[in-house]
């Protein structure tokens, strides 16, 4: 699959058959926007407020789960190649929508070892930050400061 290929003209939406022109890889909507800020992620990604769940479209044969580049990153992310997926209109703007990043440049597949890797760094922050203790509630949950 050339990386030419465009969402639908207009402002509705489309159910369409994953693995017949892209694969799939769904992460939390939450991803999309700390992902955007990195600006290593070149396609846009489309957005659910509803389902809290967001997806890049990726070249066809890039979504294998057997592949290192998404075994370390399951189960957060998943990726398919298989099923469906209502996909925005290019000019929809609420709802189920298209998240572009601020530098777009109009490629709508993202490439999977980018991707791959930018959520990767995304992955090991969330872990670090969860690693971590707040300094204020290690010494027994009080709010009063070090001391």
Request: with cysteine; charged share 20%.
């Amino acid at each position: 699959m050339s990386e030419q290929w465009a969402a639908p003209p207009g402002s509705g939406a489309t159910v369409m058959p994953i693995g017949d022109a892209w694969d799939v890889v769904e992460v939390p909507a939450a991803t999309v926007t700390w992902a955007c800020r990195l600006r290593h992620v070149e396609a846009p990604a489309i957005v659910d407020p509803r389902s809290d769940r967001a997806w890049w479209l990726i070249p066809r044969g890039g979504a294998d789960p057997a592949s290192w580049l998404w075994q370390r990153l399951q189960p957060a992310v998943v990726v398919r190649d298989t099923g469906s997926l209502i996909v925005p209109h290019a000019g929809r703007t609420e709802g189920l929508r298209w998240a572009r990043p601020r530098y777009w440049s109009g490629i709508y597949l993202a490439q999977p070892q980018h991707l791959a890797a930018v959520l990767n760094v995304l992955r090991n922050a969330t872990d670090l930050c969860r690693a971590s203790v707040p300094p204020f509630h290690a010494r027994g949950g009080t709010d009063a400061g070090p001391g």
